[in-house]
């Protein structure tokens, strides 16, 4: 099969792979038709992870089941699904309270904790930017979709990762209807948060960045933009705010943060939310954040080497602010956020700027790496 390899720092070559197959009873096969390429790839892409030369990237995906092992009792050959980029087993101690992200069976590092498809450090598990993937514990992990699926790919895609993903961030910042939510990051995820945001009922939602072209799509969809190469974010909101400050503030950005000297500093992010929420509000923290040193995730890849950043903690404490971090268990918002999109109240394929065949891969890891202008979300289609 044809499949998105990762070959070293920023060369993705589309190749043939040996076909995925069931490997287990409780396995399904899926011919993957959408998947898209993630913010959370370009890490890999980058060089950044312990991510092996010669395996497939792909953690966003959706397509038709093509095969069920012995011991599937639900999903049935045919079924369009969608498949949460976790993989969990459903029954471990975290799965039994939702927290698949954190799934302890599907892991085989001890230390660690949650898997996913082609992703550094969460398992072996091959990703789906290729014509089939391996989905394990099937009748858990994969999502079925109703009979518009194969119109509607656009959409319902976003269910495997970023939707989700953005309405979690609003859930740990505790977003409620005629709320005041600051979001840092108009990328894929944070305009999700953002819509999220909306569609709990918030009051305001500002979404901050200095890329115009994600700006406007902010601003498309209600949000009210910040430029950061012209204004503060926090400063903005507290003005609006008669200088109470937002009820809650989602980070969509991670250590990759971009500062006007052109560094990168998570700090940025981190302390404008600190700033710019009220007292007792809450912060929900999607963004990942990575050592600093590029080459350390190699050498040291576990807990003790994740990224250390000066954030105000004084500040965050005094204020009492409640904060959420980590990755998104998307099996707990998905048949919800499913639904929204089946009764036509939420379409998140708004987002997508490219339809690319997968043989068309490369260029566009490139171009979404850059973050070239109008680049905002590529689904590829195998
Ligand atoms: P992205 O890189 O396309 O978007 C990030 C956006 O942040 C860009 O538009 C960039 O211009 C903007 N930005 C950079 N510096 C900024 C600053 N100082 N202030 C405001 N905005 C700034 O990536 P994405 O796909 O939207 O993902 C965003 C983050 O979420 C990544 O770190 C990704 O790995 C992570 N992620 C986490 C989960 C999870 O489960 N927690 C899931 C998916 C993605
Ligand atoms: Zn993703």
Redesign the pocket.
Known sequence: MRAAVYEGPRTVTVKDVPDARIEHPTDILVKITSTNI???D??MYEGRTSFETGRTLGHENLGQVVEVGKAVGKVKVGDWVVLP?NIACGFCKQCEQGLT?YCLTMQPDPGKAGAAYGFAEMGPYQGGQAELLRVPYGDFNALRLGEDAAERQLDYVMLA??FP?GY??TEMAGVKPGDQTLV?????????AAYSALLKGAGRVWV????PD?LRLAEEIGAIPVN?AEED?AEVVKEATLGLGADNGCE????????PQGRE?GT??MN?LIDAVRFTGGLG?????LPEDPGAADTQGKAEAQGKMPIDFGMLWFKGLKVGT???P?KRYNRALRDLIAGGKAEPGFLVSHELDLDEAPSAYEH?DN?DDGW??VVLHP
């Open positions: 993630c913010g959370s370009l890490h980029f992200s990762d970023i993903t979690h961030a840092y990051g108009a990328g894929p995820v944070g305009l999700m901050a960045d200095h890329q994600r950061t974010p969509c950005v991670g250590y990759q943060a971009h500062d500093d940025l992010t404008g923290v999607v963004g990942v954040f980590g990755q998104a998307v979404f973050r905002t979300k």
